[in-house]
């Protein structure tokens, strides 16, 4: 594993700024870069060790048309902003991690209008690929995955891979401890390995998790020598799980996340900037527990995206501005949130300080103890560290078997015969537990 040893502490609140800020779609000043510093003890008290952001650099809309990318968007501030920000995180032992869009850049990119000014004759004619001519003759060029507005970067020309290079330790020379590659799955593995190995003889500390989606993680890992990547495949079972009612999903998922674990530690969420949140994906409410206990006891580098741990909802659809629901414009300040939220809040903060308080969570692999359609009781273990989680997702209270429990730690819920291989714990209807566990007595007896 390449990951810096301080990734194993690391519990993300990411932030999407423009959103975040009430920059875009509103377009009116919402505080920019200062918005989200005011916001800092706030991540602090919920229990993160770092701040994950969205794009802050100078873009047409939404971020992720950049322009420019050694520029801070305006309608968030400035380098000042920036490097004051930077300061404020780290003041308060907060990482911070940027997003790198370098698949593609807006049609505003000064390489790009050198194209459309000069044709073959600008110095990046390389930099994008032409593809057929339009009615008037014109070229056309690649775009990432059919939108106009975003052009695809020709990743197998070296002047690409010296930008992308130029910009990433850029921005880490002024304080970002790492890097979330956008449609990092869109990029040929083989660029990033090129790239990465630079940025890392500088920055050997810098933390870099790719944006994949579907296909073989651990290959592209691998190929691409990135850290991480993000886990989507169980984002997806999490929830589906809860809803469907078929805990086999989630355990095949389970299974499939501990081979990741062995060569690399995945990027684990719940919610982000691009999906639906939580709070509407979820049939029942009464499942928002199991998620989080499902995310903070398996191995991963978690993180939360901003408002979920208030019970936020908004839902994606696929339309222009479609994602606006999920990047709200958020209070000046926390004193600002509706109390509603609280309750789900508090429960974050317990779940988290579980999570700092048993770091080597971030490696654990799961193992089955239970499985039914609507119960699940499985242990989380690295070394000699273990811990139990059982979830009922059912109408009716249940009770499951927990060998070895020895108590609840967290959750509501009652332990018969704790510490023997014979113990249960009774979870009311829709209940939950994570729970310590003792060695089973033939490991007891072991020698040594």
Known sequence: MSEPGWVEHAVWWQVYPLGFAGAYPAGGDGGGLGRIT???????????????????FASETHGYDTVDHLRIDPRLGDDADFDALIAAAHDRGLRVLLDGVFNHVGRGHAAFQAVLAQGADAPTARWFRATRPDGAGEPRYETFEGHDALVALNH???????????????????????????????????F??????????????AYVVGEVIHG?????????????????????????????????????ALDRHNTFLDTFVPQTFLGNHDVTRLASRLIDARHL????????????????????????????????????AVRPPFPARPDGLAPYGRPLYHLHQELIGLRRRHPWLHRA????????????????????HRLLVALNAGAAPAELPVPYGKNVLHGEAKLTEPGTAAATVALPAAGWAVLDR???????????
Do not use: C
């Open 216 to 252: 073989d993680y651990g290959d592209f890992v691998a190929r691409s020598t990135v850290d991480s990547v993000t886990q989507y495949e169980l984002w997806k079972a999490v929830w589906s799980a809860l809803n469907e009612g078929n805990f086999f999903e989630l355990a095949w």
């Open 438 to 448: 003792t060695p089973s007595a033939a490991a007891a007896r072991a020698p040594g």
């Open 365 to 384: 692999r799961t193992s089955t103890v239970h499985l039914t359609n609507e119960q699940f009781a499985y242990e989380a273990a690295a070394g000699d």
């Open 156 to 190: 197998l020309e070296p002047a690409v891979a010296d930008y992308v290079a130029g910009v990433m330790t850029h921005w880490l020379r002024r304080g970002a401890d790492g890097w979330r590659l956008d449609a990092a799955y869109a990029v040929p593995a083989e």
């Open 38 to 56: 005011d916001w800092l003890d706030y991540a602090i008290e919920l229990g993160a060790s770092g701040i994950l952001l969205g794009p802050v």
């Open 289 to 324: 527990p199991h998620a989080l206990a499902l995310l903070l006891t398996v191995g991963g580098t978690p993180s939360v995206y901003a408002g979920d741990e208030q019970g936020f909802t908004g839902v994606k659809e696929d339309r222009e501005h479609g994602d606006d």
């Open 192 to 205: 990033w390995a090129g790239v990465l190995p630079r940025v890392r003889a500088e920055f050997p500390d």
